[in-house]
Nanobody, 127 residues
Framework: EVQLLESGGGLVQAGDSLILSCTAS????????MGWFREAPGKEREGVAL?????????????FYPDSVKGRFTISIDNTKSTVYLQKTRLKTEDTAVYHC???????????????WGQGTPVTVSS
């Protein structure tokens, strides 16, 4: 069974940077859809970085970032460590949420189309 474990969340100040990690057991991040989603109180789960990997890089379809994080968030993978990262810079208070990684299924902004999910790591950005 595939298990995903996120780490790296915490309390930071606006303008800071943070790197989240998602390590998989019994899984290789290759030629599969993957992504980072966030869930803020009272809001729907939102995809903030989505990609389909190909030999450790984004496949021809590239990556997707919503306008709210474009230019600030970057998704990357290290298949030697079975880990996908989310690098976050210039954090804003509205980035406060629980961040989950997800893999498998279909490359889409719809969270329900992904098969495997981690438990999430909370990120709080203070002003």
């Amino acid at each position: 069974e595939v298990q995903l474990l996120e780490s790296g969340g915490g309390l930071v100040q606006a303008g800071d940077s943070l790197i989240l990690s998602c390590t998989a057991s019994s899984f290789t991040f290759d030629d599969v859809p993957m992504g980072w989603f966030r869930e803020a109180p009272g809001k729907e789960r939102e995809g903030v970085a989505l990609m389909r990997s190909n030999n450790g890089t984004a496949s021809e379809g590239g990556t997707f970032y919503p306008d709210s994080v474009k230019g600030r968030f970057t998704i990357s993978i290290d298949n030697t460590k079975s880990t996908v990262y989310l690098q976050k810079t210039r954090l804003k208070t509205e980035d406060t949420a629980v961040y989950h990684c997800a893999v498998g299924g279909r490359l889409t902004k719809e969270a329900k189309k992904y098969v495997y999910w981690g438990q999430g790591t909370p990120v709080t950005v203070s002003s």
